[in-house]
């Protein structure tokens, strides 16, 4: 497990080297916010494209360690070769290869993590929960932040945030030499142990470890569709799509919000950005405790009413102390976006498409959502910064609607073989 761990650390530490600062560095471009937010939007569309071929191949024909070393040597080269252009169109297209790399590099861990965790189970082996191997991904975001810091505040362009990505992502390559083997993992099985999701009379929901039926030869993208259209998953896959659109405009705008609507120099935007970053390492270890106190319906919607708040306080009050202190509701807001959702869909699959189902919800849900929510956040940006938090407030509260009045946890757990 040692290894997975690094490799959560790696790939969430090449995230931490540029999502504070990208914004920033593409402004210091002189590109516009509507431009901004179309550079931004093309994390979504490579979201659409990348993740659900490359999680069908883990599944079906390659390994995930495999997979893994090609999207770490990618990302890190796209993020040097951004260096070397300029003007709207080229920055466009490198980010472009950038995101069609990267943004397969969460739902291959996730899956690659699940898998490890279901040999261990098969073998009577202990199992460790999701959010504690996550959780060095989090510690991974917080490294460049320190980093960037000392380079910037020491005269080094917002450049420089270019060059330590891309050498996480060199170094992260080199890593999954020593990640586990996956394809003597058998093709049925029941999921990993981890976190239970609570049932409607408070009982664990029951591992589904029946094998898949003799001849069953559909494409494992089709097992994970069928599974992500039962009721209460697509009510969660309704509210997490809503979620995202505010979590992208979020993400695509805070750290403007930083440095052009309340005056943060930029050498500050990572380590605002990551106070809130170590206040979600004692959320994630605790995630255990509060699934078990709240289940997965009135977490989700907890978390989800804190990032409207969030959003509103940020929207109502513009100020430095303000922007600070919001970061206090970082963890919550993780929580419900990054860490609930793999664990929710692991729950509904087994090892013939556990990849896939990462793969299809990426697609589906957080892709089409970060499109949406990058691309509207620029135009309304354009016209007032301030204006994208409220909105994003507004879609926040429309999500945690659905959660609290709509979602309804199944009694038992569904079978996950047809």
């Known amino acids: 497990m040692r290894a997975i761990k690094i490799n959560y650390f790696l790939g969430y530490a090449l995230m931490g080297s540029v999502l504070p600062y990208l914004p920033v560095y593409l402004r210091a471009q002189d590109l516009t916010n509507t431009q901004v937010g179309y550079i931004l939007g093309m994390m979504g569309i490579a979201i659409l494209l990348s993740p659900v071929a490359l999680t069908l191949l883990a599944d079906a024909h390659l390994e995930g360690k495999t997979l893994l070393a090609a999207v770490f040597a990618a990302s890190g080269s796209a993020l040097a070769a951004m260096l070397l252009v300029d003007g709207f169109w080229p920055i466009f297209l490198v980010h ?17 993590n699940f898998q490890v965790q279901a040999q261990r189970q098969s073998a009577g082996r202990m199992t460790v929960p ?17 980093i960037l810091y000392l380079a910037l505040v020491n005269g080094a362009p917002i450049g420089a945030i270019l060059v330590v990505g891309g050498a996480f992502g060199l170094i992260g390559m080199l890593n999954t030499t020593a990640l586990p083997h996956t394809r003597s993992t058998p093709r049925g099985g029941g999921p990993a142990s981890d976190v239970p999701l609570p049932t409607n009379n408070n009982q664990p929901e029951a591992n589904n470890n029946k094998p898949l039926a003799n001849g069953n030869n559909r494409l494992p993208t089709i097992d994970a569709l069928h599974a992500m259209l039962r009721p209460h998953v697509l009510v969660f896959c309704a509210a997490m799509f809503l979620a995202h659109i505010a979590n992208s405009a979020y993400y695509a705008f805070y750290p403007l919000y930083l440095t052009e609507q309340v005056g943060v120099p930029n050498e500050w935007v990572g380590l605002i950005t990551n106070l809130g970053v170590a206040i979600e390492v004692f959320f994630m270890l605790g995630f255990g405790l509060l699934m078990a106190r709240f289940g997965i319906r009135w977490l989700m919607a907890i978390g989800i009413i804190a990032m409207a708040l969030r959003m509103l306080l940020l929207y109502t009050w513009p100020s430095v102390a303000m922007a600070v202190a919001t970061q206090l509701l970082h963890g919550l807001h993780v929580l419900v976006i990054h860490v609930a959702p793999p664990i929710f869909l692991n729950r509904q699959a087994d090892n013939r498409y556990r990849n896939s189902i990462h793969g299809l919800y990426a697609m589906t849900v ?20 301030l204006a994208v938090f409220g909105y994003s407030a507004l879609v926040c509260a429309a999500a945690a609607v659905l959660f609290a009045l709509f979602y309804r946890e199944p009694t038992a757990q569904p079978e996950v073989s047809r």
């Open 366 to 385: 957080y892709g089409v959502g970060r499109i949406i929510g990058a691309v509207l956040g620029g135009f309304i940006a354009d016209i007032s910064l």
């Open 96 to 112: 472009a290869l950038f995101c069609l790399a990267f943004v397969s590099m969460m739902p291959l861990q996730d899956g690659l």
């Open 130 to 146: 999701y959010h504690r191997v996550r959780v060095w991904g989090t510690v991974g975001f917080i490294l460049p932040s320190l």
